[in-house]
């Protein structure tokens, strides 16, 4: 049921870590890596964490970040690419350790993205695994971003919202193949939306950093947010909101002005 009221909605970026970011403003000059999260805390109160997605987390690792952060800040963690994208028969082995290592950041988990490939279509074997994976990880908030339109149907929509598992929301270009973006909610909890830049011609490339070179005209932001996050804000108690689009520092400055916006 809709809400009279525009829920909260939080607004970061999909990494952080960006030596690019120092020379294009966001980050002053001379900063070290150890020091960007203290710095980009102060713009933002939530960061999406991309490193989990390369490498399996390590709680120590996890511990020394969280130093580094207000207490209040929150974190939204990938899972990592050897149970999503390079999965084998030790896959639920590789959920033990992600369930391990993340553990020091619960206090601050905003929620797992599990991130699927374009290649993972709704076939039987895959809506098998995806079931499986869910209940590996239950306990923690989940949610799921798919990349084939073929996931796109009422009855994934209904198991997602059984399960309490927040379908991702994805603004990217018009790619044949690609799921679409929609403003639905399977979790009254949370929503979750990726801002991926609209360079078609970057993301038939595959090329990473042509791929998500885009920057929102402030237009497009507001176009966006009458169309989808106005409905998505009627429907749930929380949002989180990451931009994607990280070269030359274009998603802190498309961030910010969403945040700005929604302050007005």
Known sequence: MAR???CPV??????????????????????RTPEMLYIYARSFPIVELNYTWYQMVRAEAISRMIS????????????????????????????????????????????????????????RCNRYYLAHLLDTLHGFPLAVEFRHVSWARDSVF????????????????????LFPCLDVVTNPDLFFVRFHGRNLQGWQSENI???????????????????????????????????????????????????EMLLQ
Do not use: M
């Open 68 to 123: 580094r952060a207000p207490e209040e800040f929150l974190f939204a963690a990938k899972l990592t690419r050897t149970v999503t994208h390079e999965r084998d028969r030790n896959w639920q082995q590789e959920v033990k350790k992600y369930r391990k290592g993340i553990r020091p950041l619960q206090g601050q988990l905003a929620v797992i993205l599990i991130q699927l490939p374009g290649s993972f279509d709704w076939s």
């Open 4 to 6: 009279e009221t525009l």
């Open 10 to 31: 939080l607004v970061g970026t999909s990494g952080y870590s960006y030596t690019e970011w120092v020379d294009s403003g966001f980050y002053p000059q001379g900063t």
């Open 158 to 177: 209904a198991e997602l919202e059984k399960r309490h598992v927040t379908l991702v929301t994805v603004d990217a270009p018009p790619v044949r193949g």
């Open 209 to 259: 950093q042509k791929k998500f070179d885009y920057c929102y005209a402030d237009e497009e932001l507001q176009q966006w947010n009458e169309q989808y996050l106005k409905p998505l804000r009627r429907n749930a108690e929380r949002g989180v909101v990451f931009f994607n689009n990280h070269v030359r520092a274009q998603a802190p400055a498309n961030g910010k002005f969403l945040q």
